[in-house]
């Protein structure tokens, strides 16, 4: 019998997980850079937070989540995203005024599996609650890019929309249905059907853009306070010089953005999967889940598809690779010593022949090699083309000066 994955997930081992995990850590740099400290909630919820949260009638909400009844028969739900559960718990920790948190972990939804879109999959995000500025927006749209830029996404770019508010967003709807309704028979099944339903998700559509061309834009029809905002965003973007480019087509899936939605793509990659993340402001979320009025802004970037277009090589792993001559025991005893000192540092535990430990370290690719004889006797040292006899207990040091 062999296992294999569920269907839709992975196992990522080295070397690409190497990868990821300079992907990770340059995410808790940022994010601590942006003044985010780390909020932790769990990968499952009731079932009902992500209806009222996401929305009912979202594609995430009616097809795609992981929901079963626990032995108390609640119905909880693998999480599909982390917004709501991260709105959530804000809620819930009753701090009054600006609250941030970033997180990091799985998100569930049962898709289609290919490349850059499984059924587990990694998402880290932001959000910043009870602001209502568009310096708070720009803030949240800097922080995506410069992680995005310092892992090396390839090719990328944001793109930035408005989808007004409740008092300017019906107006705007309307309008989108009735020129839809003229044109349903062009118009794929799938779009047909969200005319009525939610003609905004339209607009997403790939197959129907050409009937979409010269479809009214929400930004044409936002109120005063909207458009305020949106102009303020956009001065802000330009102001830290972060390149955007406006689509009036723009339109996230889930149902809680009010106001500025914006995606990251990486033109690199293959359009069906170049979004590597993308947010928006939310502000009528808290109260949608039954907390109170806190208007927010945030973004999830997906590290699977992050992962897929960065140039990054990652470093070494291995600063040293210790090769005994006599026997395991002299080889753990330096590898020991190294280690307390701060180096990262392999050997062989089996006793295999010098010639193989040699091997091994060439493809380890340790920045250098030590040598050891016998308990008492020096050691070599070697770092490229430089060689070196010392005592044991000076190897720590004489590796850390040059290796650091
Ligand atoms: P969303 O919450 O749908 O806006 O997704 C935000 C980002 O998460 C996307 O741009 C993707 O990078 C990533 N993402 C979403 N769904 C998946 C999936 N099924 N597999 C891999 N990445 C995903």
Not at 24 to 44: I, N
Not at 125 to 142: F, K, Q, R, T
Not at 379 to 398: F, K, M, S, Y
Request: charged share 25%; net charge negative.
């Amino acid at each position: 019998m062999s296992f294999q994955p569920p269907k839709g997930t992975d196992d990522i081992g080295a070397p690409e997980s190497h990868i990821w995990r300079d992907v990770l850590r340059q995410w808790e740099t940022w994010a601590d850079r942006f003044g985010y400290p780390l909020v932790m909630t769990p990968l499952f919820e009731a079932t009902e937070l992500f209806e009222r949260g996401v929305g009912d009638d979202t594609e995430v909400v009616t097809k795609q989540m992981y929901t079963f009844t626990d032995k108390g028969g609640r119905s909880v739900t693998l999480r599909p995203e982390g917004t709501a559960g991260v709105v959530r718990a804000f809620l819930n920790s009753g701090v009054p005024g600006a609250w941030k948190g970033a997180y990091s972990g799985p998100m569930f939804r049962y898709e289609r599996p290919q490349a850059g879109r499984r059924r587990q999959f990694w998402q880290v995000g932001v959000e910043y609650l009870d602001v209502e500025g568009p310096a708070a927006d720009a803030e949240v749209i800097e922080l995506g890019f410069r992680f995005l830029s310092a892992v090396e996404v390839a090719g990328l770019k944001v793109v930035l929309n408005s989808m007004g508010d409740e008092s300017c967003r019906p107006g705007y709807v309307a309008t989108l249905r009735a020129y839809l309704s003229e044109r349903r028979t062009d118009l794929c099944d799938e779009s047909e059907s969200l005319v009525d339903l939610n003609p905004l998700r339209v607009l997403d559509c790939k197959v129907c853009a050409p009937v979409l061309d010269d479809a009214p834009a929400m930004k044409d029809y936002l109120c005063a306070a909207c458009a305020d905002h949106y102009a303020g965003v956009k001065a802000y973007l330009e102001h830290l010089e972060i390149p955007y480019s406006e689509d009036g087509r723009l339109v996230r899936g889930l149902d809680y953005y009010t106001r500025t939605a914006f995606e990251y793509v990486a033109t690199d990659l293959a359009a069906a999967q170049n979004a590597v993340g993308g947010g928006g402001r939310y502000d009528g979320l808290a109260e949608s889940i039954g907390g109170r009025r806190a208007p927010g802004v945030g973004f999830a970037l997906g590290v699977d598809r992050i992962v897929l277009s960065s140039s990054l090589v990652p470093d070494s792993l291995l600063d040293v690779y210790v090769i005994s001559e006599t026997n395991p025991p002299d080889a753990l005893f330096a590898s020991s010593l190294l280690r307390r000192a701060g180096l990262r540092v392999d050997f062989d535990t089996e006793g295999r022949s010098v010639k193989a430990q040699f091997k091994v370290a060439s493809r380890s690719v340790a920045r250098a090699v030590l040598v050891v004889r016998g308990r008492k006797d020096p050691v070599e040292a070697r770092i490229g083309e430089e060689r070196t006899e010392l005592p044991i207990g000076d190897a720590a040091q004489w590796l850390t000066d040059r290796l650091r």
